[in-house]
């Protein structure tokens, strides 16, 4: 295994689970109210409490932005999306917290597996303000994961992706960095209800796949990420990245400058580079109920495959499409496909498939699955040889809510999974198929807004 000691005290993974629900309150009171009103029944939303909903772009005016579209970076969630978010209004700011933090025991099985306790996590604040006829964002993002996830990263059968301790990652998710965002976004409408969109900062995401998995409604119960993540949306943290794009009601174009080279095994530094790498992304959102994108970009010196040799550029491709069905005002129904194609310079090109669902029932129960399928090289899963691997995970599991209490809403949950490997890998997995499952504790702000 490439991995450091991946023990670590589980008093801080406890740490992080509470601070992560410790900050929120600050700005808790208003989202309390709300979620309190969607309890009994209220069908009206409370005055001024940002909603997915872009009925009000039809009319123009300075009040018209893409804000409460947004999923992660520029990305878009249908209309029809819940805010899991607690918000406060002063001085004609709008403050609003978001976040998700997991306790979690996780166990993979195999001769590639591994046991592990510690927390996964983030926290993203926002800053609202009009300014010069539109409209100003300042987004920070935060975790805690440099310090809660022991080693390399926590186990997760069939997850490639990155460096570490020289080595390539596999069989386990790397740990995030501790600055997962850092930027702005400014927002003004134009002429004939399109808009202009500019996004940038020091930390942030180009316009470059889906909404990243930490922030898709259908894959917010689970804790573990995608073993896909690399072929979607692991762009989601850059160091430099620049956006421009227009919109309307229905559509958005925009595009990317960034520094695509992947971050360095040491979470807590920032790796800058050269923005030499570009994306393009197209959204269309025929109803409230789906937002489609097609995206593409050339990362320059994107992956590092040891220490020592020369970076490889990858040319990515993406298409995906996000459903989600509000059943009830506290019920909604959630579902991510996407495909994506990766063309590593001097390397055959690979695909891999997602299909995601989550089911949220009167903010208490929660059901959700995963479906993957994949091609990796030799190399993503340090094997012998030169060839491509299919590879596919399935997974599903339940989290049963343990109440709201001042805008926020812990529970406890419990996942099980399958990796599956091709023949050829028998030996190394030692079986076809090895079994996974998760235990944990979640918390995170109460859903309003649907």
Not at 80 to 98: E, I, S
Not at 231 to 238: G, V, Y
Request: charge should be negative; charged fraction near 15%; glycine fraction near 12%.
């Amino acid at each position: 295994m490439c991995c450091r000691d991946s023990r670590r005290p589980a008093w801080l993974a406890v740490v992080a689970l509470i601070t992560a629900a410790a900050m929120p309150p600050l700005f808790a009171q208003s989202g309390a109210d709300e979620h309190s009103q969607h309890q009994h029944g209220g069908d009206a939303p409370e005055a001024g409490v940002p909603q997915h909903d872009m009925s009000h772009m039809a009319q123009g005016g300075s009040e018209s932005t893409a804000a409460d579209r947004e999923g992660s970076g520029t990305s878009w969630l249908p209309d029809q999306t819940p805010m899991f978010a607690l918000h406060h209004q002063r001085n004609g700011w709008t403050f609003m917290t978001h976040f998700n933090a997991f306790l979690e025991y996780l166990h993979e099985s195999g001769p590639r597996g591994s046991d592990q306790t510690g927390s996964i996590n983030w926290v993203m604040g926002m800053a609202d303000h009009a300014l010069g006829g539109g409209r100003v964002r300042l987004r920070g993002m935060v975790s805690f994961e440099p310090w809660t996830i022991g080693g390399c990263g926590y186990p997760n059968v069939l997850a490639t992706g990155e460096l570490c301790d020289g080595e390539a990652i596999h069989d386990r998710q790397h740990p995030h960095d501790l600055v997962m965002e850092l930027a702005a976004t400014y927002d003004r409408p134009l002429a004939r209800g399109v808009h202009l969109q500019l996004y940038g900062g020091p930390v942030g995401e180009p316009a470059l796949g889906p909404v990243a998995f930490m922030h898709r409604v259908s894959a917010m119960p689970n804790p573990l990420a995608p073993i896909t993540h690399h072929w979607f949306d692991s762009t989601h943290i850059a160091y430099g990245v620049a956006t421009g794009g227009l919109y309307s009601q229905r559509w958005k174009a925009e595009a990317s400058v960034f520094n695509g080279r992947e971050p360095d095994d040491h979470r807590t530094d920032f790796d800058f580079g050269p923005m030499d790498s570009w994306s393009g992304r197209l959204w269309f959102v025929p109803t409230r109920q789906w937002a489609f994108q097609a995206s593409g970009g050339h990362l320059k010196d994107a992956e590092q495959n040891a220490v020592g040799e020369p970076r490889v550029s990858v040319d990515r491709v993406t298409a995906s499409a996000t459903y989600h069905r509000a059943l009830h005002a506290s019920r909604i129904w959630a579902n991510t496909f996407g495909w994506g194609r990766n063309l590593e310079h001097g390397h055959e090109a690979t695909n891999a498939l997602l299909l995601e669902s989550s089911l949220m029932l009167d903010d208490r129960d929660t059901a959700y699955a995963r479906v993957e399928w994949s091609e990796k090289s030799a190399h993503d899963l340090v094997v012998p040889g030169e060839q491509v691997l299919t590879v596919a995970k399935l997974q599903g599991g339940y989290t049963r809510s343990l109440g709201t209490w001042a805008g926020l809403t812990p529970g406890i949950g419990a996942a099980a999974s399958a990796g599956i490997v091709p023949a050829d890998l028998r030996s190394v997995y030692g079986s076809r198929v090895n079994a996974g499952f998760s235990v944990y504790l979640t918390v995170h702000p109460a859903a309003h807004g649907l």
